[in-house]
T-cell receptor, first 115, second 113 residues
Framework: EAGVVQSPRYKIIEKKQPVAFWCNPI?????LYWYRQNLGQGPELLIR????????DSQLPKDRFSAERLKGVDSTLKIQPAELGDSAVYLC???FGQGGSYGYTFGSGTRLTVV | AQTVTQSQPEMSVQEAETVTLSCTYD???????LFWYKQPPSRQMILVIR??????QNATENRFSVNFQKAAKSFSLKISDSQLGDAAMYFC??????????FGGGTRLMVKP
């Protein structure tokens, strides 16, 4: 079974440009998460979806960040326009329900560099 | 709010020796789950071990074990017979029932041959 798939793996863009990240969760996992991980730090939650509904987006900078999860499967995270401080690894994870004792399954992330 | 703290930014261990990584947490919930994740340079978070808060027995997975002290809100990871492949970032994480997974700042483990 394929794990959580993310693309692209790396992205370098100039500031003020738009960028998008894509995530395909594990089949059957109805909950999907986007985390941001700054260099040398732990991941921090940006947004959580249950099926196609965003149930926790309190940490998402809504002035420049947007996300969608059409049909409750794949998800896209977008930044427009990107700023230098957005350079980080963006991790996608999925779980069945809220994860409970099984935790989440993570993808390999997208490393974004804004220059 | 829930918080997770890892006070050791870096740890070093000789191959085949034992090392313990520390983690403390804070939550107002009585029902929660604790995890240790490993993150190698490939960046993928790999689940190492999990502990249900209602269980008094410490979890063990092969060379990995935890020391769960619920009253002290402490959750340390012990790695026995350390191997070169154990070198990575290790993150302690807390999941409240009905909440999201919160991570500590991580500990970089180096294994010396």
């Amino acid at each position: 079974e394929a794990g959580v798939v993310q693309s692209p793996r790396y992205k370098i863009i100039e500031k003020k440009q738009p960028v998008a990240f894509w995530c395909n969760p594990i089949s059957g996992h109805n909950t999907l998460y986007w985390y941001r991980q700054n260099l040398g730090q732990g991941p921090e939650l940006l947004i959580r979806y249950e099926n196609e509904e965003a149930v926790d987006d309190s940490q998402l900078p809504k002035d420049r960040f947007s996300a969608e999860r059409l049909k409750g499967v794949d998800s896209t995270l977008k930044i427009q326009p990107a700023e230098l401080g957005d350079s980080a690894v963006y991790l996608c994870a999925s779980s069945f329900g809220q994860g409970g004792s099984y935790g989440y399954t993570f993808g390999s992330g997208t490393r974004l560099t804004v220059v | 709010a829930q918080t997770v703290t890892q006070s050791q930014p870096e740890m070093s261990v000789q191959e085949a020796e034992t090392v313990t990584l520390s983690c403390t947490y804070d939550t107002s919930e009585s029902d929660y789950y604790l995890f240790w994740y490993k993150q190698p340079p490939s960046r993928q978070m790999i689940l190492v071990i999990r502990q249900e808060a209602y269980k008094q027995q410490n979890a063990t997975e092969n060379r990995f074990s935890v020391n769960f002290q619920k009253a002290a809100k402490s959750f340390s990871l012990k790695i026995s017979d350390s191997q070169l492949g154990d070198a990575a970032m290790y993150f302690c994480a807390l999941n409240n029932a009905g909440n999201m997974l919160t991570f500590g700042g991580g500990t970089r483990l180096m294994v010396k041959p």
